[in-house]
């Protein structure tokens, strides 16, 4: 019988569309959702001046356990029992370990929906998970709208950081 479900979240709201499937199965089943945000690891090839790695990942960690309390907050409020890990390393090889590790029954996830050449390029954690996982995967799709708002948010937040990244960039 199905009792703790590993409900994994990257901040974006295409991942929470999970939590709606996910704390409607732990309250028929009287479960236990275990949330995860993974902490993924630094970029390949980009340099860091000494200590600020350290830095980065204190305040990933840091951001990582605020938005996971922020999440079983709101499922808390439904009478639902959630609990919330932290992990570092690689996303879809940290979950499919913390999966087997919290003896989760199920794992439900959503996903960005890459299809086609998006998917070869970039890969897809979703599908590693699937893969690799020993228990059930329940993937959560989004709709041709949610797929739309999401990309249109990513847009906006790249030309954010883009334009915070050229503004820090300037000397006076």
Known sequence: MIKRLLVPLDGSELAEEALVIAGDLAESLDGVIV???????????????????EQVR???????????????ERLKADRLHVET???????????????????????????????GLGWHVFGSVAQKVLHA?????????PTPL???????TEEREADAALLSELAGGETS
Request: aromatic content about 4%.
């Open 133 to 141: 996982s020993r228990c059930p995967v329940l993937i959560v799709r």
């Open 146 to 152: 949610e797929m739309e708002r999401e990309e249109e």
């Open 58 to 72: 204190e305040a990933q960690t840091r951001e990582a356990e605020a938005y996971l309390a922020s999440a079983a």
């Open 85 to 115: 890990r932290v992990e570092a390393g690689e996303v879809a090889t940290t979950l499919v370990r913390l999966a087997e590790q919290e003896r989760c029954q199920l794992i439900v996830m959503g996903s960005h929906g890459l299809g």
């Open 35 to 53: 949330l995860a945000r993974i902490v993924p690891p630094p970029v390949p090839g980009r340099f860091y001046a000494p200590n600020l790695l």
